[in-house]
T-cell receptor, first 109, second 110 residues
Framework: DGGITQSPKYLFRKEGQNVTLSCEQN?????MYWYRQDPGQGLRLIYY???????QKGDIAEGYSVSREKKESFPLTVTSAQKNPTAFYLC????????FGSGTRLTVV | GQNIDQPTEMTATEGAIVQINCTYQ??????LFWYQQHAGEAPTFLSY??LDGLEEKGRFSSFLSRSKGYSYLLLKELQMKDSASYLC???????????WGAGTKLIIKP
C-alpha cells in the first residue's frame, strides 16, 4: 500500500543536540512538507520541497534544516539552534490532496 | 491576513448532530479542507469544498460560502469514535500551501 512512513514515533533530545526525523513516501508525489503542531495551535509549515534537490523555507524554518536528495525521502534535522523543539512533527505529501505520516513526538530532556 | 477561526472545544451527545464552524478572512484560495485528527495521530482527510454549497459524505457533510467567509462541518448520528479534533484549512491559490485553523476538539458524551 502507498503511504508515508515517519520514524521514530517518539524521540528524546538532550540540550544542544541535533536530531533527525525521517520521512519516507512511496506515493510518487513530488511535493513534500514538514509541519510542527503545538497544543491549541494550527499546523505551522517548517519547510517544503516541490521537487528533488530543491526546498523552501516555511513560516518557522529557524533552527531546522532539510534535504531532498531523493524523491522518496525528506528528512528534517532539528538543530541546537531551535530553542523550543518539543512538539509533534508531521510530514505530508501533496497529490490530489494532502496525505500525512503518523508523526514524530519530539521531547527535550 | 488569512486568519482562520474555529471554536476551541465543543461537547455533544452520542447519537446527536453537531456543527463545527470555520470562519476566515482571506481571498484567493482554491478550496477548503476538513481533516479529522485523533490525539497523537496524523490528520485524516474528510472533505474538500471548492464550490459554494453542501457536500454530503455519509454521516459527515461540509458546507462552504465564499461570500460569507464561512464553512461548517456537520456530523450526524455521533459515535464515541468521533471524539477528535477537527481542522479546517485553506488551500491558497498563490502557492498551493495550506493555511490551518487551530482545530476544534470535539468531545462526545454517552
Amino acid at each position: 500500500d502507498g503511504g508515508i512512513t515517519q520514524s521514530p514515533k517518539y524521540l528524546f533530545r538532550k540540550e544542544g543536540q541535533n536530531v533527525t526525523l525521517s520521512c519516507e513516501q512511496n506515493l510518487n508525489h513530488d511535493a513534500m512538507y514538514w509541519y510542527r503542531q503545538d497544543p491549541g495551535q494550527g499546523l505551522r509549515l517548517i519547510y517544503y520541497s516541490q521537487i528533488v534537490n530543491d526546498f523552501q523555507k516555511g513560516d518557522i524554518a529557524e533552527g531546522y534544516s532539510v534535504s531532498r536528495e531523493k524523491k522518496e525521502s525528506f528528512p528534517l534535522t532539528v538543530t541546537s539552534a531551535q530553542k523550543n523543539p518539543t512538539a509533534f512533527y508531521l510530514c505530508a505529501t501533496r497529490g490530489y490532496g494532502y496525505t500525512f505520516g503518523s508523526g514524530t513526538r519530539l521531547t527535550v530532556v | 491576513g488569512q486568519n482562520i477561526d474555529q471554536p476551541t472545544e465543543m461537547t455533544a451527545t452520542e447519537g446527536a448532530i453537531v456543527q463545527i464552524n470555520c470562519t476566515y478572512q482571506t481571498s484567493g484560495f482554491n478550496g477548503l479542507f476538513w481533516y479529522q485528527q485523533h490525539a497523537g495521530e496524523a490528520p485524516t482527510f474528510l472533505s474538500y469544498n471548492v464550490l459554494d454549497g453542501l457536500e454530503e459524505k455519509g454521516r459527515f457533510s461540509s458546507f462552504l460560502s465564499r461570500s460569507k467567509g464561512y464553512s461548517y462541518l456537520l456530523l450526524k448520528e455521533l459515535q464515541m469514535k468521533d471524539s477528535a479534533s477537527y481542522l479546517c484549512a485553506l488551500l491558497m491559490d498563490s502557492n498551493y500551501q495550506l493555511i490551518w485553523g487551530a482545530g476544534t476538539k470535539l468531545i462526545i458524551k454517552p
